[in-house]
């Protein structure tokens, strides 16, 4: 689909222009692929064993991240497409990929490499093979299911919400009372654990760390019921920000055709095509099932909702609403005037990203990565601390932000002591430190370099310090 790479590339060009350093999920997955684990400290371990192959092909750049984001967004939205099509036609299906194209998750955020974007392409994928199941009554489709779940699982544990939707689905069409649905089903459950059990282990050798972060950041917020019910509400608000512009985009067209009648060259054809109720219940399900859930999550436990977790839940959720209008008022939209739609809020959507980025220099960015000047800092860092460690910097310590931006601009591209703590970075050992000493970096809200220290202040902002060899060290 050469349309679609061409969107793609200039969205990774206009983003590459206007971040100072590469979004913070996306460096952070340079910094753990120096080491393949089953797990890390705050995730599951599938996005970056997925771009281990492509560092080893072409090293650690910040282009290799960004270039991954696109390829499994892309790919998740060329999956619901077609699928998407075979529900409910072409026409339909063009459209509805129009409205994702313009979701803020997949065109201001396309270059972002993290968990959210990888659980995207699985659950796609499996929302791909619950339909073959039922439509083809496929048990391979019930075992592959069951291996994007597991996959998905391996990419970030929300794959409970593609779980759920397949669990819907099953009930809407009665699968308990058809053995080949039955059977499906739960082959499809032994699948998913089977490829989630190293992982699993992981979990339990490991203390439950993404568990306890997860708590420590979004689980474990507590609030009480007036806060939740606020802040549920504004994450509802935040997903329907995100997806304005496709909303935008439908009700122009939808407004250009008000009064008009099936254009002339579609009314000598085939009439348009009615969506089945099962296909019907299948896009509600997936395209606003998981949103749902994840309002109610936050309703009933007070969890600090991320406004993050809706990107893996979007790409059905244009065709879903969709289908609150009659299918005629969809089919009498030309592609010519849907294509000039498509555009026109591709420019402003281009707009307003220049206007929030920190190149505007309106102040307006609320991205810490995107304006931080990563480049600028490295070498301004680098040279004396090259002098002081009496070598090449091989070990940056200290934030995870600052360190993981500044040690991906350092040519010896260094390993990264996370918050100096060797546990969440299983790639740096006591005997590196020893041999190679550290250098650290912050600013005033780090925690300072470890005792005995001096720190040198960049900015007023940004501090370094440098932990030297032990000189007995191998």
Known sequence: MAWMALWAVTWLCVLSALHLTPPTDSVEQLTWVRSIEWGYHKHPPLPTMMIWPLVQLFGIHEWVVSAAGALVICG??????????????SHFAALAMLGSLSITYYSGRLDFYNHNTVLLLFVAASAWFCWRAFADRSRVAWLALGLMLGLGALA??????????????W?????????????GLLGAAAVAFAVFAPHLWWLVTHDFLPLRYARHTSLGAAMTCAQRTAHALLWLADQL???????????GLLWKTRSAAAPASRQTGTPPPEVGPDARAFLFIWGLLPLTVIVLIGLATGADLQFQWGTAFMSFTCAALMLLLPMGRWHRIERRDATTGFLAVQILLFA?????SPMSGLGLSKSKSAGFRSEHFAARIGPPARVVLDGPVMIVGGSSRIASAIALRLPERPLVLLEGDLV??????????????????GDEH????????????????????????????D
């Open 76 to 89: 998740a939205l060329v999956i619901s497409w077609r699928l998407v099509r075979e529900l409910a036609g």
């Open 446 to 473: 780090s925690l300072p370099p470890p005792p005995g220290l001096e720190r040198h202040w960049v900015t007023g902002k940004l501090w370094w310090a440098v932990q030297l060899p032990r000189p007995d060290a």
């Open 156 to 169: 970030k544990y929300q794959v409970a919400l593609a779980a759920l939707s397949v669990i819907a689905f």
């Open 171 to 183: 009930l809407t069409q009665r699968g308990w009372r058809d053995p080949v649905h039955l059977r």
């Open 352 to 356: 307003l990203t220049w206007v929030m």
């Open 241 to 251: 920000n995100r997806l304005s512009p496709a909303l935008l985009l439908a009700a």
């Open 424 to 441: 969440a970075s299983p790639w740096v050992s006591v005997a590196q430190v020893e041999r190679h000493g550290v250098l650290w970096v």
